[in-house]
């Protein structure tokens, strides 16, 4: 039978590079969104191997809902890739309010929604077999690459923390559960509206001189995902052309 992933966010940037790349390796996809044109342009893309589900996965009412549906067809799953994810502006010069707004946005969908995806998840997974990857970000090491940045640093960070412990807790269960920490990934909702400038330094930053694409990612978690990495658990794999190495 098909492997069955589900990817959050899978309708756009990173998250769709995976969910295209599963799709050309035989997986069954279930992409979870928010937005309906963009699951149903997924959709009409890939009628035959691709489910689209509309969900916030920052609303545990939601979560539940998304995996009543998802049972109802498919009751094991192989993989779960956590991508969705964004930023919001948390500084000091916010007002105590305007940060706390932002603050438990960014929070409730990066580090809870992809805790509750996760746990959910344990009921149904493959065991073993079963990968959980979580997307998460150089950010988690560097605070950001500008000021703005310290709900999403603190969420990606703890994504990675979630990593460890779900690893520690599942791995002997047979499911594996690592990080995919990405740098800068050029043409994604994320990366699309960075002004010309923000992007020019910091390519002068990535050793290997380009921007990574989502397919780079796509590339290290389709191995993740497979029999070949089933040794590998509790790891933050760094993605970013050179970006980080030698702090
Ligand atoms: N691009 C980069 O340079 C970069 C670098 C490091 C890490 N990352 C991480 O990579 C992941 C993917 O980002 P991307 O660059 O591919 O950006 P993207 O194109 O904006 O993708 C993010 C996806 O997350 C979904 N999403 C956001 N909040 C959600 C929620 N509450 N419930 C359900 N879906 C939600 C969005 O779908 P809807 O609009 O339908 O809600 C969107 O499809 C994120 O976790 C991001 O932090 C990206």
């Not at 809902?65 to 067809?73: A, E, M, Y």
């Not at 998460?136 to 979630?162: C, D, E, V």
């Not at 400038?197 to 990612?217: F, H, N, Y």
């Amino acid at each position: 039978m098909n492997k069955v992933s589900i990817i959050t966010g899978g309708a756009s940037g990173i998250g769709k590079a995976i969910a295209e790349k599963f799709m050309e390796y035989g997986h069954t996809v279930i992409v979870i969104g928010r937005d309906e044109k963009k699951l149903m342009a997924m959709k009409d893309a890939y009628p035959n191997n691709c489910e689209v589900i509309k969900g916030n996965i920052a609303s545990s009412d939601d979560i539940k809902k998304i995996f009543r549906i998802i049972s109802l067809n498919y009751p094991v799953i192989d993989n779960l890739i956590n991508s969705a994810g964004f930023n919001m502006t948390v500084n000091t010069e916010l007002t105590f309010e305007e940060a706390m707004l932002n603050w438990n946005s960014v929070i409730a969908t990066n580090l809870t929604g992809s805790f509750m995806m996760a746990i959910k998840v344990a009921e149904i997974m493959k065991r073993p077999g079963g990968r959980i990857i979580n997307i998460s970000s150089i950010g988690a090491f560097t605070g950001g690459i500008a000021t703005g940045g310290i709900a999403y640093a603190a969420s990606k960070a703890g994504l990675n923390g979630l990593t460890f412990s779900l690893a520690r807790e599942l791995s002997s269960k047979g499911i594996t559960v690592n990080s995919i920490a990405p740098g800068f990934i050029e043409q994604t909702g994320f990366t699309a509206s960075f002004p010309k400038e923000k992007t020019s330094e910091i390519l002068s930053q990535i050793p290997v001189g380009r921007a990574g694409k989502s397919k780079d990612i796509a590339d290290i978690c389709y191995f993740l995902c497979s029999e070949e990495a089933s040794y590998i658990t509790g790891e933050i794999i760094n993605v970013n052309g050179g970006w980080l190495f030698g702090r």
